[in-house]
């Protein structure tokens, strides 16, 4: 909540929780996954590998190529996740890149690359749990690619029905992995209607508990973005925060 809706509160996570915000930039968070992962291989951290999440639209940038580059040299323990829903806003895939697929572009950075079906939640919980395992063992990153499809509009200015069929979007509703996977648990008797109420209403509170903490009222630290661009204070950022409180001040006196 703190996040979509541009307070800095949302950018800082608790210490137990190493998920960093998401990234407008594209591919900008891939250079900084392989920092992360280098850094923690050079701490002696056995267990940590890092986990890069992005689309297709990602893989034409070149901090995507950066990245898997330095990955590679460095034999960092990062798992780049491709998840190619075959769009970047109106821009088809075929029209991002020459390859055939996303994966195999890891044969040229020198690791391992895999395509798997996006869809099914087992083939991708598989997919990364092998990447995961090579990393730990020391083996270096790994590109995985689920192929998906973007059933909504890329955002509210979106109008998809102006670059991709009816038939085509009732094609792929058929693979919905949510259903998919809820029909494959049923099957196994692991899930039923009962169980999809109590996680919906759980769900709903826990949204429901998220609004009504966003919007009550608190103290708004303006400066708060300066606090978090280093770990530590810089003095060319420390100047800034000056300069923008000064002018902050004399807005506000205008008003
Ligand atoms: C460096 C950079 N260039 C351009 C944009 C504008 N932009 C936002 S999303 C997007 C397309 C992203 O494609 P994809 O990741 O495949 O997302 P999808 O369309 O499937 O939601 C572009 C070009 C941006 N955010 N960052």
């Known amino acids: 909540m703190f996040h979509i809706n ?16 998401v990234s407008i930039i594209l591919a900008s968070q891939l250079p900084h996954a392989v920092g992360l992962a280098y850094g923690s291989k050079l701490k002696g951290e056995k ?27 460095l034999n960092a323990p990062v798992v780049f996740l491709c998840q190619n829903n075959q769009f970047a806003i109106s821009t088809p895939l075929e029209m991002q890149t020459g390859s055939g697929t996303i994966a195999q572009k890891a044969i040229a950075y020198g690791m391992q690359g895999i395509q798997v079906d996006g869809n099914d939640a087992l083939a991708v919980y598989q997919a990364v749990k092998d990447a995961v395992d090579r990393a730990r063992a ?42 998919r996977f809820r029909i494959y648990l049923e099957r196994k008797g692991l899930w ?3 169980k999809q109420e109590k996680l919906e209403a759980g769900i709903k509170e826990d949204i429901d508990n998220a609004v ?31 300069r923008f409180l000064m002018d902050l001040e004399k807005e506000v006196g205008h008003e």
């Open 138 to 179: 020391g083996e270096g990153p790994s590109l995985i690619e689920a192929v998906t499809f973007r059933m909504a509009m890329h955002t509210t200015a979106d109008d998809p029905t102006r670059y991709r069929s009816d038939d085509l979007v009732k094609k792929w509703e058929k693979k919905d992995p949510l259903m």
């Open 192 to 194: 039923d209607d009962k």
């Open 212 to 242: 009504t903490e966003f919007e009550t009222a608190r103290q708004i630290k303006n400066d708060a973005p300066f606090d978090y661009v280093f770990g530590t204070r810089v003095d060319l950022i420390e100047a800034q925060r000056k």
């Open 47 to 73: 267990d940590t590998v890092a986990l890069a999440v992005f689309g297709d639209g990602s893989t034409s940038e070149g901090d995507f190529h950066e990245a898997l580059n330095f990955a590679s040299v």
């Open 6 to 21: 541009g307070h800095e509160e949302g950018n800082i996570n608790p210490a137990s929780d190493r998920t960093l915000p």
